[in-house]
């Protein structure tokens, strides 16, 4: 990485690649496939001794600069982009695990990363949950068979914050992989890197596209995990630096195989949203600063949940770790207060899943995207019926406040 700023970095990232005709960021390539006039280069391209195109499931120029650009933020050593968050996360692991391995996780999860672990035990991967606030917990929960320890970053909906230099410390000593999905702190806020992780999961539909018109998903190699010693790779992907073992075989046995293939048009959405990450996310994190602090000063509500305020119980930490507290807040409302009512009297906040929108959006958590899951383990989990999550945008301040204000009642 040169010493240029976040921003300045991004920008000029794609056209310093030598991109044709000057054009100063990376044009759609749409061919699913690419010819050779002599079969002799075809045959180098498949067997990896020459670099070039195969066929758009594997690899598609549009989405490799997408990749490049990601590895740049995270200050990676290469990235693999997918069609989703969730195909991010769930490639990365069948290309890695096993039939008999075992993987710690944090239990505080986007639920549909929770929702796939429970399914793991069915296929051979056995998976225990603990609470990620704490070394200890995690400590605790491994055995013999741990290969890897997943957390997030900042938990959505209750904004719990992950020990995470100190399982970074636990797995290097332990000599376990160490995957950080930093899709609610992004690589602006917070490079997972910095802490000893091991591989880097953004889900791109949120903040790094930034704008709900387009999905994907991304796994950033950091280089600090020794693959060499690692059991679960392929004699076949055990080619030249060790670092790029593990993201060969994500490619080869993930993407590959499985297909979850990102296209290169959302490729392209997500590359131009990315752009301005850097801009919005200062705005976001303001924004959700000052409504944090003017919810926790309002009677008309119980409790609210923001790693910025200082009465939350990971401050210090997100303080030290983060360039922001991010743009996710939740709220508990008030027995007498329905959430549902409330809801519908925002104006200006859209009522909806996704998070990491230019514009706020809310959802009643338990009745909507942890409903499956179930009381017991919302319970686990720390969502009441009455909590509402926020997904604070890059509206103006005063509006949102005001918006909150005539909803509360
Ligand atoms: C949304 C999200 C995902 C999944 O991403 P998709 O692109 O929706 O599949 C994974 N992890 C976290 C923390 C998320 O917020």
Redesign the pocket.
Known sequence: MSQRGFTSQLLHADRRGGIEHGSIHKPVHTAVTYGYDDARELAAVFQGRSPGYTYGRQVNPTVTALQDKITLMEDGVASAAFA???AA?GTTLFALLRNGDHMVSSSFL?G??NSLFNSFDVHGVSVSFADATSVDDIAEAINESTKLVFV?TIA?PRTQVSDLEAIGRLCAERGLIYVV?N??TTPYLFRPKSVGASLVIN?L??YVGGHANA?G?AVTETGHYAWESFSNIYDDYKKGDPSGWAIQQIKKKGIRDFGATLGPEAAHHLSIGSDTLGLRMDRICANALALAKWLDADPRVQRVYYPGLPGHPEHALASRLFGGFGGILSIDLPPPLDCFDFLNRLELVICTSN?GDTRSLAIPVAHSIYFEMGPERRAEMGIDDSLVRFSIGIEDEADLIADFDQALG
């Open positions: 989703t968050g969730m996360i986007f549909n990363t997030e959505n999905d899709t609610l889900s539909t949120k999905l998903g998070l």
